[in-house]
């Protein structure tokens, strides 16, 4: 007698299965950046992009800001899911502020320099090469922060502020119990850590995200074994695999000033938060505010986006929780639509 079959054996499925992990081990890395783009302005290693509008529809353009963790390619991973392209798309005109990857010679660059000498001038560029009055500032995780600390010293005319996954109350923590009775115990000793490192090392910033993810954490080569058969899940965990581990060092003197002032001070919900000589209080925030939250973000809690919604001086202010985790947001395009569908009343549309 012939064996029985195994009904709960896929053959075609098996074999999609492993011919794909074959690809991810040998093509080359997926073709990220593909929207068009030119460069505006340069400082350092910071390169101010703009994106034109396939045709445009809106006088206010758009101005990303992204963390100091990351590489900011997130926004624009792959077509037809590129946060960037879908806003083109839409008829904006959008600008990013990309950091680049500080070298030892950046160790000295604090936050008030980023915010001072980089972003605000980048602002001004972005606004005088547009020929708008005013521009709409979007921060994306840390990006958010520091939108929203420089959007309370700006002198520039931000008409809109939009924030997703953003940190701005401390206090709660993300990551284990240890660290953080460390570093607000003093435990942690911050200082001596950047005086023999100068930046923070990539991988150092590699393992701190992936402990925030602990108890549970599994290499990402199981998600892709288990999901191998679906080309199109493939695609995107290829491309979301060359961000995650494509991490950059964060200059010494700004990850110093952010441990200090807001992950041990928690100065900028206490309105304590000094950028150069001037104070960066929220209230002094009056742009029309857009917050988003996800609602599987494991890595910034809604606790921690929502009290700037009590903190500014707003009129028009907008909270807004979305079924997506902290990067799906960009990493599916879903950011796009949901600026779109606040923002577009709010552009001055020709």
């Known amino acids: 007698m012939a064996p029985e079959k195994n009904p709960s054996f896929d053959f075609e ?68 899911t590129s946060v960037i392209e879908g806003l083109t798309n839409l008829g904006y005109e959008v600008y990013l502020l990309d950091w680049g990857i500080p070298g030892y010679e950046d160790k000295k660059i604090g936050l008030d320099t980023y915010i001072e000498k980089y972003l605000r001038t980048a602002v001004k560029r972005a606004i ?9 500032l979007i921060g994306y995780c840390l990006g958010g922060t520091i939108a929203s600390i420089y959007a309370a010293i700006a002198e520039e005319p931000i008409k809109n502020l939009v924030v997703a996954t953003v940190p701005i109350d401390f206090q709660p923590f993300i990551g284990p119990d240890k ?43 199981t998600t892709l074994l288990h999901r191998a058969d679906d080309s199109t899940y493939v695609e995107k965990w290829r491309r979301m695999n060359k961000w995650t581990l494509d991490q950059v060092p964060f200059a010494g003197e700004a990850f110093r000033q952010l441990a200090k002032d807001l992950f041990i001070g928690n100065k900028l919900v206490k309105g304590e ?64 639509k949901i600026v779109n569908q606040w923002a577009a009343s709010r552009s001055n549309p020709l």
């Open 128 to 136: 005088r090469h547009s020929g708008a009055d005013e521009i709409t």
């Open 273 to 336: 938060l000094w950028i150069g000589n001037k104070r960066a209080d929220l209230k002094n925030i009056k742009a029309n505010l857009y917050v988003i939250s996800g609602s599987r973000d494991n890595l910034v809690l809604e606790e921690q986006s929502k009290p700037i919604m009590d903190l500014v001086s707003s009129e028009d202010k907008t909270y807004t929780v979305v079924e997506s985790g902290h990067v799906g947001l960009a990493l599916s395009g879903l950011l796009s």
């Open 13 to 80: 499925k098996e074999t999609n299965r492993w011919k794909n992990i074959v690809n991810v081990l040998m093509e080359p890395e997926p073709k990220i950046g593909q929207t068009p783009r030119n460069e505006v302005w340069k400082k350092n290693k910071s390169v101010l992009w703009h994106y034109p509008a396939k045709q445009k529809k809106y006088e206010i353009p758009l101005f990303f800001v992204y963390s100091l963790f990351n590489k900011s390619y997130i926004l624009d991973i792959a077509p037809k």
């Open 179 to 221: 660290w953080a009775e460390g570093l607000r115990n003093g435990d942690v000793n911050i200082d001596q850590f950047i005086d023999v490192y100068g930046n923070v090392p990539p991988q150092f910033v590699a393992g701190m995200f992936r402990a925030m993810g602990s108890p549970i954490y599994f290499t990402h080569y």
